[in-house]
């Protein structure tokens, strides 16, 4: 179990199981709580529904709510600069899994 305080303005919870795996955890903050994705999406081949959030989804979320402020008199060059990090942050993401499909490892606790 990995714990943030709340002077990074969150606290988090982490777990792993016995082998270093991620198994799910928790974060939360003033206005938001997150539920992280708890184990595997496959079990013995079978594929099973999300139980909680994925980094991807939650990195878009952030995405919506800057590109709203660069829609309003919120504009700037920080906050596009912070859309492109993001951008590149979900691409490296999606990129991982695309090559774990090709690997036959997504959703599984196999491969890196």
Not at 100 to 107: L, Y
Request: glycine residues 10%; contains cysteine; negative net charge.
């Amino acid at each position: 179990m990995t714990e943030y305080g709340l002077e990074h303005h969150y606290i988090a919870q982490n777990y792993s199981d016995e082998k270093g795996n991620p198994v799910g955890g928790w974060v939360e903050g003033t206005g938001f709580h997150i539920d992280w994705q708890t184990g595997p999406l496959s079990v013995d081949g079978e594929r099973l529904q999300p139980n909680g959030a994925f980094v991807e989804y939650v990195l878009k979320a952030v995405q919506q709510r800057i590109e709203f402020y660069q829609h309003s008199s919120f504009a700037c060059t920080e906050n596009a600069e912070a859309i492109e990090h993001i951008k590149r942050a979900v691409d490296s993401l999606n990129k991982r899994t695309a090559r774990r499909k090709s690997q036959g490892t997504e959703g599984t606790w196999d491969g890196s």
